[in-house]
C-alpha cells in the first residue's frame, strides 16, 4: 500500500538557521503530495501541495518540490523563525478502492526554534 | 478553503461515557472525514462520512464504536461510544471541497481525555 516516511525529530534550530525535513514515499500512480502544520493546540494547517512531477509548492517561505525520480518531496526553509516552532506532517493522496481521494500521513516532525 | 468548526474543543469524560463531536462548514462540501490523532502519533483515518448514507469505514474502526451522522452537506457528528482511556486523543474533522479533487482541509480538533 501507499505509504510516507519523513525524518524523525525533533529538530532543534536556532533562528534564522536553514531548514530541510526529509519526506519520501511510496505510491502506485501519480499521488498528490502536501506538508501539513500543526501548531502547538491547534488542528493541522495546509501547507503547501505539489500534484505533479517537478511541481514545487511554496508558501510563506517554505517550499518542497515534487521529485519523481527519487519519490520525495523534502520541506525547505531558508530562514526559520521562532514562530515556525510546530509538528510538520507530509501527506499523499490517492485514489481509494471506493474511488475516493485518501490522505496517507508520515509520523510528523516536530520543530523547535530557539531565539 | 473553507471555515471549519468542531464542539467541544476539548472534554474530559469517565469510562464508559460516550460523546459526541460535532463538524461543521461554512459551505457545502462533497466529502468529509473523521481522524484520530493518538498522543504523540500521526493521523488515522477512522471513516469517510457520506451524505444521506451510511459512513465508510477504515479497517480497524467499526460502526458501534464510533458512529457517524451527515445529515446534509455541511454537518457531521462522531460519537465515540463507551470510552476508555485509550480512546484520549485529538479527533480532527476535514472536508474536500467541490472541485477540489484531493486536497482536505482540517478542522481545529477535539482534544479527548478518558479518566
Known amino acids: 500500500g501507499d505509504s510516507v516516511t519523513q525524518m524523525e525529530g525533533p529538530v532543534t534550530l536556532s533562528e534564522e538557521a536553514f531548514l530541510t525535513i526529509n519526506c519520501t514515499y511510496t505510491a502506485t500512480g501519480y499521488p498528490s503530495l502536501f506538508w501539513y502544520v500543526q501548531y502547538p493546540g491547534e488542528g493541522l494547517q495546509l501547507l503547501l501541495k505539489a500534484t505533479k512531477a517537478d511541481d514545487k509548492g511554496s508558501n510563506k517561505g517554505f517550499e518542497a518540490t515534487y521529485r519523481k525520480e527519487t519519490t520525495s518531496f523534502h520541506l525547505e526553509k531558508g530562514s526559520v523563525q521562532v514562530s515556525d516552532s510546530a509538528v510538520y506532517f507530509c501527506?499523499?493522496?490517492?485514489?481509494?478502492?471506493?474511488?475516493?481521494?485518501?490522505?496517507?500521513f508520515g509520523k510528523g516532525t516536530k520543530l523547535s526554534v530557539i531565539p | 478553503s473553507a471555515v471549519i468548526s468542531q464542539k467541544p474543543s476539548r472534554d474530559i469524560c469517565q469510562r464508559g461515557t460516550s460523546l459526541t463531536i460535532q463538524c461543521q462548514v461554512d459551505s457545502q462540501v462533497t466529502m468529509m472525514f473523521w481522524y484520530r490523532q493518538q498522543p504523540g502519533q500521526s493521523l488515522t483515518l477512522i471513516a469517510t462520512?457520506?451524505?444521506?448514507?451510511?459512513?465508510?469505514?477504515e479497517s480497524g474502526f467499526v460502526i458501534d464504536k464510533f458512529p457517524i451522522s451527515r445529515p446534509n452537506l455541511t454537518f457531521s457528528t462522531l460519537t465515540v461510544s463507551n470510552m476508555s482511556p485509550e480512546d484520549s486523543s485529538i479527533y480532527l474533522c476535514?472536508?474536500?471541497?467541490?472541485?477540489?479533487?484531493?486536497?482536505?482541509?482540517f478542522g481545529p480538533g477535539t482534544r479527548l481525555t478518558v479518566l
Open positions: 476535514s472536508v474536500e471541497l467541490a472541485g477540489g479533487r484531493d486536497t482536505q482541509y
Open positions: 462520512a457520506n451524505q444521506g448514507s451510511e459512513a465508510t469505514y
Open positions: 501527506a499523499l493522496s490517492a485514489i481509494s478502492g471506493a474511488g475516493s481521494y485518501q490522505l496517507t
